[in-house]
């Protein structure tokens, strides 16, 4: 199974300012059709996830620009340029590469 | 506007068995892979099955194969969970999600295994 590791694992960000979080997968997540199926989902508080990016960096319908997704291979970040209040929450990345689906432990961004 | 609702959960005794639901709506639910996604406070987001447009090609976690069915019903818009032989380790929140994007989540149902 690819193993997702996610760092840091706690982000106490001042808001306006920029947040980012990296993703590292056990093993290249490029599929054999080339694509890189490499998403970032937010959780906020008693909500489900919402898909923010897919394949690395393609914003997700309604994600403000303020989010953006870089990265090749096994290394991935997520990056907000100014936080806001209302992106408090959990941060996950997950690869679909390859079954079994596997999640990053998931980053709490909290405001300082 | 997109919807998918999760049904079923509940407080099951550890060896018994529980049905979970989920109810598509507002799009085109044939056209659509699903998965079935659980968390835990202590193991987060976990995947567990997944199911073709069709039903024909399905997967699932070690952790849930050989106690676990997923399947599905495109004439009720509908994705099923039947689930035997649970264990306290199956509590969670079960959630469906569409699409190999999974870009649309349900709200949950809550799953609580014990005696």
């Known amino acids: 199974d690819i193993v997702m590791t996610q760092t840091p694992l706690s982000s106490p960000v001042t808001l306006g300012q920029p947040a980012s979080i990296s993703c590292r997968s056990s093993q290249s997540l490029v599929h054999s059709d080339g694509n890189t199926y490499l998403s970032w989902y937010q959780q906020r508080p008693g909500q489900p996830p919402r898909l923010l990016i897919y394949k690395i960096s393609t914003r997700f319908s309604g994600v403000p620009d303020r989010f953006s997704g870089s990265g090749a291979g096994t290394d991935f970040t997520l990056k907000i340029s100014r936080v806001e209040a209302e992106d408090v929450g959990v941060y996950y990345c997950?690869?679909?590469?390859?079954?079994?689906?596997?999640f990053g432990q998931g980053t709490k961004l909290e405001i300082k | 506007e997109v919807q998918l609702v999760e049904s079923g959960g509940g407080l099951v005794q550890p060896g018994g068995s529980l049905r979970l639901s989920c109810a598509a709506s507002g799009f085109t639910f044939s056209s659509f892979e699903v998965n079935w996604v659980r968390q835990t406070p202590g193991r987060g987001l976990e995947w567990i099955s997944y199911?073709?447009?069709?039903?024909?090609?399905?997967y699932y976690a070690d952790s849930v194969k050989g106690r676990f069915t997923i399947s599905r019903d495109n004439a009720k818009n509908s994705l099923y969970l039947q689930m035997h032989s649970l264990r306290a380790e199956d509590t969670a929140v079960y959630y469906c999600?569409?699409?190999?994007?999974?870009?649309?989540w349900g709200q949950g149902t809550l799953v609580t295994v014990s005696s």
């Open positions: 999600a569409r699409g190999s994007g999974f870009d649309s």
């Open positions: 199911i073709s447009t069709s039903g024909r090609t399905i």
């Open positions: 997950m690869q679909a590469t390859q079954f079994p689906r596997t």
